[in-house]
């Protein structure tokens, strides 16, 4: 068995290039929902490349990019805080996977309402983990910490899809 890192080590380990990247700058470490701080650091993301107006093909394989590369990076930094499989404090899964999510709505209609929703919705399943974000959560490491949240994001994708379909948003 492997000893978890001293609280020492598990202090320094803030600073540590792949934690930051993970905890989103250290979004992670508030003491208060930090999941919730890390869905509003997707928001302002998915805001930033809605504004930018890239080509959707440019736009999905950079977010496809991103949650990949985060599956290493979210097994990295959970082995340098020696917390868990799924730390909370780690947040590039709810940052990453809320604009990935979005990709169901074109970049103009991604306003301040829809945001907001998406955001809403992309916590609520997060916190609920419908079938399958609880059994993706299980997955190993940091594709565990990343699946549950696309699942959350795939349920978001799909509500905000309809709503929109019915003509409410």
């Known amino acids: 068995m492997q000893n978890s890192p001293s609280p020492a080590a598990r202090s320094a380990a803030w600073w540590e290039p792949v934690v930051l990247v993970a905890t989103c700058g250290g979004i992670g470490r ?33 977010l496809v990019a991103v949650n990949l590369a985060a599956i290493p990076l979210c097994t990295a930094a959970a082995r340098r805080l020696g917390s868990g499989s799924d730390p909370g404090a780690i947040v590039l899964d709810e940052c990453a996977s809320l ?21 809403l919705l992309h916590r609520f399943f997060d916190i609920l983990k419908p079938f399958p974000c609880r059994q993706l959560e299980r997955l190993p490491a940091g594709l565990g910490v990343m699946a549950d949240d696309w699942a959350a994001a795939g349920w978001m994708a799909l509500v905000i899809g309809l709503v929109r379909w019915w003509g409410w948003l």
């Open 30 to 62: 508030a003491s208060v929902a930090p999941g919730t701080w890390g869905a509003l650091a997707g928001v302002v993301v998915a805001a930033a490349l809605a504004r930018a107006r890239l080509d959707p093909i440019v736009e999905g394989a950079l």
């Open 99 to 119: 604009p990935l999510g979005l990709l169901v709505v074109p970049a103009a209609a991604r306003g301040p309402v829809l945001l907001a929703t998406a955001f």
